[in-house]
């Protein structure tokens, strides 16, 4: 079988083709910059780098340029079904969808939980269908693993009519990925079948951790929308909501505008000055840049006190478990980590560590008890094996 994923934004539009059952990666790429006469498709076959300009595209086009590559590159007709990341599920969606007249209502329903992703993801869902009319869709959402947190974490301690008419409360995101690396972590401790209690660590551009208790999220650090929680690339994470207020009559603009500071020009790129890279940032601290190593440090202490904090929904700790970009890379930022954790019985392997745990089955602690591990993700082989399992 073979699922083509699709993940459409606001002016890009990312695509592959998987074996769900191998994880075998066929082809890959982005149409990105839509809508500007810079747009392109970029991608990746059999190890070979391509570029194909594609001036003025938007959407539609776009996609119709990725269905013709598709044909030239002979895969167009091997394709089982379509797998659409779409971004918020609201309370509807628990599990993978099926796209029916009645899946594109529930997430258009939600489109003011997700106002910048939502809309973007039903378009993609609708050009893939115009333009595969015989495949079967399938809508897997960012929001669904996390449907199983119990109220005492969904739940902001505000008006309960906020929750119950306004669906104001926790979601959470990145729901593909802790819910990949979570079964992936239990295979590896053989504990998928036993009473578990794990964290998974998700450090991309977006930064968010995870409560797995017996494979289930049982707490989340993203919210309502993915501004709350840690810190991130360009992200505040958590801060006092009274700040808005302050800032906008210290600014003289208005609570939107703020909000959009959070989200763009704040976590480690707002803290730095220099970048919301972590990477670069590490360079530029190794160099002595004093403010690239303050939005590291902040980073990191923020992180465990919150890695230290859902260890209270879980009642044990088994592992704390690494991914995305930062997770998966970078040797600093886990030993920092794993030393704040040291009195949760975490105790690094500083070789381990700077293999990335590919030696041990991505253990980078030393010792029986509680351990931490990188596992890599992968959210485009979950998207392909759910539409597999749906399509099948
Ligand atoms: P996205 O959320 O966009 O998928 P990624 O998961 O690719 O992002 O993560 C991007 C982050 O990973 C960036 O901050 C980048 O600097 C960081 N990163 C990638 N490789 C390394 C590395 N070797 N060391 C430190 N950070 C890294």
């Excluded at 167009?76 to 969808?97: C, Q």
């Excluded at 202490?301 to 088994?318: E, F, M, N, Q, S």
């Excluded at 089955?361 to 082989?381: D, F, K, M, W």
Aim: contains cysteine; proline residues 6%.
């Amino acid at each position: 079988m073979q699922i083509l994923i699709l993940n459409c934004g606001s002016s890009s539009a990312k695509f592959a083709v998987m074996d769900p059952a191998s994880g075998v990666e066929l082809i890959a790429g982005l149409a990105q910059r839509l809508g500007s006469p810079q747009a392109s498709l970029d991608w990746k076959w059999q190890g070979q780098k391509h570029t194909r300009a594609l001036p003025g595209a938007d959407h539609q086009p776009a996609l119709r340029a990725v269905v013709a590559l598709l044909h030239e590159v002979g895969l167009a007709a091997g394709i089982n079904g379509v797998g659409h990341r779409v971004l918020h599920g609201g309370a509807r969606f628990s599990d993978p969808a099926l796209v029916t007249p009645a899946v594109i209502a529930g997430i258009e329903a939600c489109i003011p939980l997700g106002p910048l992703h939502n809309p973007p993801n039903l378009l993609g869902i609708r050009i893939a269908q115009e333009l595969f009319p015989g495949l079967p869709q399938v809508a897997v959402f960012d929001t669904a693993f996390h449907a199983t947190m119990p109220p005492c974490a969904y739940l902001y301690a505000v008006p309960m009519e906020w929750a119950e008419q306004h669906q104001a409360r926790r979601y959470g995101f990145h729901g593909t990925s802790h819910r990949f690396v979570a079964a992936d972590a239990l295979t590896r401790l053989g504990l998928t079948d036993q009473p578990s209690g794990i964290i998974t660590v998700h450090l991309g551009n977006g930064c968010s951790c995870a409560a797995v208790r017996d494979g289930r999220s049982v707490d989340t650090t993203m919210g309502l929308t993915p501004l709350e929680g840690v810190v991130m690339g360009t992200r505040s994470g958590s801060v006092d909501p009274a700040l808005i207020g302050y800032m906008a009559k210290r600014l003289e603009l208005p609570a939107d505008k703020i909000i959009d500071l959070l989200n763009k020009q704040s976590g480690l790129q707002g803290l730095s000055g220099l970048s919301n890279d972590m990477r670069t940032l590490i360079e530029h601290a190794g160099q002595g840049h004093a403010r690239a190593r303050l939005a590291i440090e902040v980073f990191c202490y923020v992180l465990a006190k919150t890695i230290a904090g859902l260890v209270v929904p879980l009642g044990r700790l088994d592992a704390v478990v690494f991914t995305g970009g930062i997770g998966e890379n970078s040797v600093p930022v886990r030993a920092k980590v794993v030393e704040l954790l040291g009195f949760l019985g975490l105790s690094l392997d500083v070789n381990l560590n700077a293999g990335h745990g590919r030696t041990a089955g991505g253990r980078i602690t030393t010792g029986s008890g509680s351990c931490a591990l990188v596992v890599p993700t992968n959210e485009e082989l979950m998207i392909a094996r759910d539409t597999a399992a749906l399509v099948a």
